[in-house]
């Protein structure tokens, strides 16, 4: 399996302009997560969905942050207008949903840079 | 306070010294994860246990719930472990609440 496939891995947009950022969780993995690492906060969930449901948004930093799943193997998390404060690494991840929790499988990772 | 704390923050040591990373935290959890972040920014989970104690290789990861607390050990350690340990405990079914991460160094 080729493993979590986030894209872009780099993206460098200016103030104000929309960025859309991608996700395809493991094939068979019924729960996806976006977090949102950065320097002075460290790893932070924004939110994840079971079973192409949104279950938990309350990371989500702002109206501006808004994610989708529209089936099992595509997500997007989309900042429209962005800001310099939303630098940061954004990663995905995927899992079998299960009791008490299971093993997450992190993707690469998207470094946005907001100028 | 965080809800999870981890300690030491940083740590160097030279090859083959035995580490102990510690994580303390001040909620209820249905486990708790060790997750590795190397140098070039990838995240691999090592570990999620929910009691006792778990090995892998030179890893060994231990919890106590009643004290709250969990330790990861690398026992033998090589310049290839440098990286930042996170420890994460598991709010509810799937919520992940994360540490500041401990940055390891060994050198050779």
């Known amino acids: 399996d080729a493993g979590v496939i986030q894209s872009p891995r780099h993206e460098v947009t200016e103030m104000g302009q929309e960025v859309t950022l991608r996700c395809k969780p493991i094939s068979g993995h019924n729960s996806l997560f976006w977090y949102r690492q950065t320097m002075m906060r460290g790893l932070e969930l924004l939110i994840y969905?079971?079973?192409?449901?949104?279950?938990?948004d309350s990371g989500m930093p702002e109206d501006r942050f808004s994610a989708k799943m529209p089936n099992a193997s595509f997500s997007t998390l989309k900042i429209q207008p962005s800001e310099p404060r939303d630098s940061a690494v954004y990663f995905c991840?995927?899992?079998?949903?299960?009791?008490?929790?299971?093993?997450?499988?992190f993707g690469p990772g998207t470094r946005l840079l907001v100028l | 306070k965080n809800e999870v704390e981890q300690s030491p923050q940083n740590l160097t040591a030279q090859e083959g010294e035995f580490i102990t990373i510690n994580c303390s935290y001040s909620v209820g959890i249905s486990a708790l994860h060790w997750l590795q972040q190397h140098p070039g920014g990838g995240i691999v989970s090592l570990f999620m246990?929910?009691?006792g104690k778990k090995k892998h290789g030179r890893l060994i990861a231990t919890i106590n719930i009643q004290e709250k607390h969990s330790s990861l050990h690398i026992t033998a350690s090589h310049p290839r472990d440098s990286a930042v340990y996170i420890c994460a405990v598991i709010r509810g079914a799937q919520k992940l609440v994360f540490g500041q991460g401990t940055r390891l160094t060994i050198n050779p």
């Open positions: 246990l929910s009691s």
């Open positions: 991840a995927s899992s079998i949903s299960g009791a008490s929790g299971e093993t997450q499988y």
């Open positions: 969905f079971n079973n192409n449901v949104p279950i938990d």
